[in-house]
């Protein structure tokens, strides 16, 4: 069948505007967000929730944390209790940051104890570290040990309580670690906490070499991270006026808690997640 010449110039313009119409929608598609759209994308992505990683101290284990976690994850807050295996703090640390190297995004590191040791040396040069969280915990400075700084003031009681033996190392020489008698763990680790449940933490605490108790941090995170740091007024590990002068030390936003123990993420689980939720929100406004 022929066309005429007025059929093929009509057919000829339709397709024409079907053309345009095609590559002008490819280049709506391909172009890059802008404006608001932008905008939304970026308030979306700053208001997403860091990564809470909690690592617990010597004479305990993740379970400490589990009121904690639960808080955290009810608010909605991605968690990860590790595993700290308080051998020293350069090995610790190192082993620290392997995980940390796991977890995609914003990081609110929080430590207990020993751990602030190793979240301090851990987190030194870590982007994603936004907020460090100290929880009656030590916050040393470059060439300071936990046992210097629980030396510091008076009022330690935790050298009479703890029972040492020896353990091989891979040299064939031997090292030594501790625990605390667990007739002594309830009133010198968590005198606030039900009987009950300080004998189950005794029954479970792990035990800490002296290496990493007496071992120098190399590197101090919190000259650079925003730092928070919750003292307990009742601490028989760490002497109180040790854990303040290292938090004012720090510029750490500090809460006390007069009566808590060294176990205060146990015995006061909404405190010390009302504080940790305090460091996530600021990291992401």
């Given at each position: 069948?022929?066309?005429?010449?007025?059929?093929?110039?009509?057919?000829?313009?339709?397709?024409?505007?079907?053309?345009?119409?095609?590559?002008?929608?490819?280049?709506?598609?391909?172009?890059?967000?802008?404006?608001?759209?932008?905008?939304?994308?970026k308030a979306a992505s700053k208001r997403a929730k860091p990564t809470v990683v909690l690592v617990h101290g010597a004479f305990a284990d993740a379970s400490s944390w589990s009121g904690v976690v639960k808080r955290l994850q009810n608010d909605g807050y991605p968690v990860l209790a590790a595993a700290n295996p308080?051998?020293?703090?350069?090995?610790?640390?190192?082993?620290?940051?392997?995980?940390?190297?796991?977890?995609?995004?914003?990081?609110?590191?929080?430590?207990?104890?020993?751990?602030?040791?190793?979240?301090?040396?851990?987190?030194?040069?870590?982007?994603?570290?936004?907020?460090?969280?100290?929880?009656?915990?030590?916050?040393?400075?470059?060439?300071?040990?936990?046992?210097?700084?629980?030396?510091?003031?008076?009022?330690?009681?935790?050298?009479?309580?703890?029972?040492?033996?020896?353990?091989?190392?891979?040299?064939?020489?031997?090292?030594?670690?501790?625990?605390?008698?667990?007739?002594?763990?309830?009133?010198?680790?968590?005198?606030?906490?039900?009987?009950?449940?300080?004998?189950?933490?005794?029954?479970?605490?792990?035990?800490?070499?002296?290496?990493?108790?007496?071992?120098?941090?190399?590197?101090?995170?919190?000259?650079?991270?925003?730092?928070?740091?919750?003292?307990?007024?009742?601490?028989?590990?760490?002497?109180?006026?040790?854990?303040?002068?290292?938090?004012?030390?720090?510029?750490?936003?500090?809460?006390?808690?007069?009566?808590?123990?060294?176990?205060?993420?146990?015995?006061?689980?909404?405190?010390?997640?009302?504080?940790?939720?305090?460091?996530?929100?600021?990291?992401?406004?």
């Amino acid at each position: 069948m022929s066309l005429s010449s007025r059929t093929r110039s009509t057919l000829k313009a339709a397709v024409t505007v079907a053309g345009a119409t095609a590559v002008a929608g490819s280049l709506i598609a391909a172009a890059p967000v802008t404006g608001s759209a932008a905008s939304s994308d970026k308030a979306a992505s700053k208001r997403a929730k860091p990564t809470v990683v909690l690592v617990h101290g010597a004479f305990a284990d993740a379970s400490s944390w589990s009121g904690v976690v639960k808080r955290l994850q009810n608010d909605g807050y991605p968690v990860l209790a590790a595993a700290n295996p308080l051998r020293g703090v350069t090995s610790d640390a190192a082993y620290l940051r392997s995980i940390l190297d796991t977890v995609r995004g914003p990081v609110v590191l929080v430590g207990h104890s020993y751990g602030g040791s190793v979240i301090t040396q851990a987190a030194a040069g870590d982007p994603d570290v936004k907020a460090l969280v100290y929880i009656a915990a030590f916050i040393p400075n470059v060439g300071e040990s936990a046992g210097d700084l629980a030396a510091k003031y008076p009022g330690s009681t935790l050298g009479e309580a703890v029972n040492p033996s020896s353990y091989p190392l891979p040299d064939g020489s031997t090292g030594t670690e501790l625990t605390i008698k667990p007739e002594r763990f309830h009133q010198q680790f968590a005198a606030d906490v039900p009987a009950p449940t300080a004998a189950i933490m005794a029954a479970s605490q792990r035990p800490v070499t002296t290496l990493a108790l007496d071992e120098k941090v190399s590197k101090a995170a919190w000259k650079d991270i925003p730092s928070y740091a919750m003292t307990a007024g009742q601490d028989r590990n760490i002497p109180p006026k040790a854990e303040k002068w290292m938090a004012e030390r720090a510029h750490a936003r500090t809460v006390t808690l007069d009566g808590a123990s060294h176990a205060v993420a146990v015995s006061q689980p909404a405190a010390v997640t009302d504080l940790i939720v305090r460091a996530a929100r600021d990291t992401t406004r």
